[in-house]
């Protein structure tokens, strides 16, 4: 009888898939992401398989990292002394490790199609990152998601079709954010980190992220976590603080560095001179002060209600996980309690059973009478043990990643300069950020479209250039206006 019931259930489920409102579901509900996510993951399989297969690699900074990392597998420790083709090895220590271990898989290099697979590999786990964030946070359809990232041309070409380090770099920034979510504070550190060891562009984030520290674990928590960043940097820099720290400092966080106009997207529009001029420079950097100290006081209140709501899912959640216990317990025993009135029932007499049936007339008649009320009547006791409790606390993520996207994307705004792979640093938090902003819908995409075409045109033009920062602007003054009226309305309601 058990069976039956169970196997009664699964055609219920198995039958709700196969009707239209759950189809239009996985396009629009973002609770059912889940699944629309795996066909995502699928679909970017294929899709990136026939990329590397049916397009042409394009040789850019491979071999030059190949060199790099050779210098370094032969002995050498002086970051001044490891050049490639490009020239000078300009990023820290984790990226020599993992190229050099890519130097050894792909045959010292020359094995391309085989980096590029593995390649292909880092592109989708990242996406599982990536899709993970937008399953706990419900804030973007399913559908946004499927356009935005399958028709990427730029993205593909970046992750499977050049072979940049950036990719790398963003793949352990997403493993740390989905730690941070899950409150594991030192492995969130560690992967954040080791992000940085990569490529420096990770630490865009690290204003929002010592405040969302210093929320959370206080003082000596947010330095213990300082402590776990600075060790990891400390352990895997030594070989080459030991051989020579200036260069190595000088050579892998070089703040300073001046970026070549040729591979420009974002400034085409100015000459080269200014480009290269220390004053834009120093300006833009201002620019990104002021930006942060406009955005970082609202974020630091998302992350105060972020805190609050947690500390709520902590004390109630043992007391539903308690309840649910309890009435599956005493739905267990009930079914028992059935069987054996079952058994009974099947010894009543003649007159019992004519007595039964009568009753049961009557009951269904004064329900007849009575069922414009059945609304307001009391649940049964049944039905309450049968009740499973819930409150979905995963959406509280929207108030840790909306500041970690912004405070990003407001690095970006302010680069001195954007090469193509630099797309990779912001582009699945795009959907996130438009869908954060009050625009209608088909703002939002018009927004996306123009992006990916500033992105794809190459080389770059002084329009393109212009039309990347105008709807940068736009999204940044999207988000400031829609986390202000939200702020606003918070305090009134307290």
Not at 77 to 88: A, E, I, V
Not at 173 to 178: E, G, K, P, R
Not at 224 to 236: A, N, S, T, Y
């Amino acid at each position: 009888m058990g069976n039956r019931n169970k196997f009664s259930e699964m055609f219920q489920e198995l039958k709700k898939m196969f009707t239209w409102s759950y189809a239009v579901g996985l396009v629009m509900n973002p609770a059912q992401l889940p699944i629309t996510a795996v066909l995502i993951i699928i679909a970017e399989l294929v899709i990136n398989v026939l990329v590397v297969e049916r397009v042409p690699y394009t040789e850019i900074d491979w071999n030059a990292y190949m060199q790099e990392c050779e210098g370094f597998l032969n002995g050498t420790f002086d970051y001044s002394k490891l050049r490639g083709d490009t020239g000078p090895l300009v990023y820290p220590a984790g990226f020599v490790y993992i190229y050099s271990a890519l130097y050894f898989l792909t045959n010292y290099g020359d094995n391309v199609r085989l980096a590029q697979y593995v390649f292909i590999g880092i592109y989708l786990l990242q996406l599982i990152l990536v899709l993970r964030i937008y399953i706990k946070t419900k804030k973007v359809p399913p559908y946004v998601l499927i356009i935005t990232i399958l028709t990427s041309y730029r993205i593909h070409s970046i992750y499977v079709l050049r072979l940049f380090n950036d990719p790398i770099a963003v793949l352990l920034l997403y493993t740390s954010l989905n730690f941070f979510i899950d409150e594991r504070w030192s492995l969130g550190s560690i992967f954040y980190s080791l992000g940085v060891s990569v490529k420096m562009n990770i630490l865009l984030y690290a204003p929002a992220l010592f405040f969302f520290y210093l929320i959370n674990l206080g003082l000596a928590g947010t330095l213990k976590q300082l402590f776990i960043c600075g060790i990891i940097q400390f352990v895997l820099g030594l070989p080459f603080l030991i051989g020579n720290p200036v260069t190595y400092l000088k050579g892998s966080f070089d703040v300073g560095r001046v970026f070549n106009h040729t591979w420009t997207v974002n400034y085409r529009f100015l000459d080269i001179d200014t480009f290269e001029n220390k004053c834009f420079h120093l300006s833009l950097l201002a620019l990104h002060v002021v930006l942060l100290i406009i955005f970082l006081p609202m974020c630091t209140q998302y992350f105060k209600s972020y805190c609050r709501l947690k500390y709520v899912q902590k004390q109630v959640q043992p007391q539903i996980d308690a309840k649910n216990i309890e009435n599956k317990r005493r739905t267990k025993l009930n079914k028992i309690k059935k069987k054996v009135d079952v058994k009974a029932e099947e010894k009543i007499t003649k007159e019992q059973e004519n007595f039964l049936s009568s009753f049961e007339a009557m009951l269904q008649k004064s329900s007849q009478k009575n069922e414009k009320k059945v609304a307001k009547r009391p649940i049964s006791h049944e039905e309450k043990e049968n009740t499973h409790y819930n409150i979905n606390f995963d959406i509280l993520s929207q108030l840790f990643i909306l500041p970690m996207f912004v405070v990003n994307f407001i690095g970006i705004v302010c680069a001195r300069s954007l090469h193509y792979q630099f797309y990779s640093w912001y582009f699945h938090s795009l959907p996130y950020l438009l869908w954060s902003c009050n625009f209608r819908v088909i703002i939002r995409f018009l927004i996306l479209a123009v992006i990916e075409l500033c992105w794809n045109t190459y080389p770059s033009t002084s329009l393109t250039s212009a039309l990347l920062h105008v709807c940068h602007f736009t999204i940044l003054y999207g988000v400031y206006k829609k986390i202000s009226s939200e702020l606003n309305a918070a305090s009134k309601v307290q």
